[in-house]
Nanobody, 120 residues
């Protein structure tokens, strides 16, 4: 079974840190570009951070630049999102995404999401 499972979410005070993990099973993560998305109530799902299949290039949304870092450990079939200096506006469900494009075909997988709540 192909599956992505996020973990590491929870309740944290403003200024705190969390590290989210996304573990893949049923496929090889190193073949995929990986992204973290988030969605808050009443808002559209937005891209938070992206890392290329090769792992040599990353991109972060302006709202999280300097605070969030995406990384991958292909040996563990896992991608991470380190979140520092968290703000209440970071509160959302965070989703892991894996995508592979080969020729005219593409393949994409989504995790179920993990809740991050930043509140005092």
């Amino acid at each position: 079974q192909v599956q992505l499972v996020e973990s590491g979410g929870g309740l944290v005070q403003p200024g705190g840190s969390l590290r989210l993990s996304c573990a893949a099973s049923g496929f090889t993560l190193s073949d995929y570009a990986m992204s973290w998305y988030r969605q808050a109530p009443g808002k559209e799902r937005e891209l938070v951070a992206h890392i290329t299949q090769a792992g040599d290039t990353t991109h972060s949304a302006d709202s999280v630049k300097g605070r969030f870092t995406i990384s991958r450990d292909n040996a563990k079939n896992t991608v991470y999102l380190q979140m520092n200096s968290l703000k209440p506006e970071d509160t959302a469900v965070y989703y892991c995404n894996a995508e592979r494009v080969s020729g005219r075909t593409s393949r994409m997988y989504w995790g179920q999401g993990t809740q991050v709540t930043v509140s005092s």
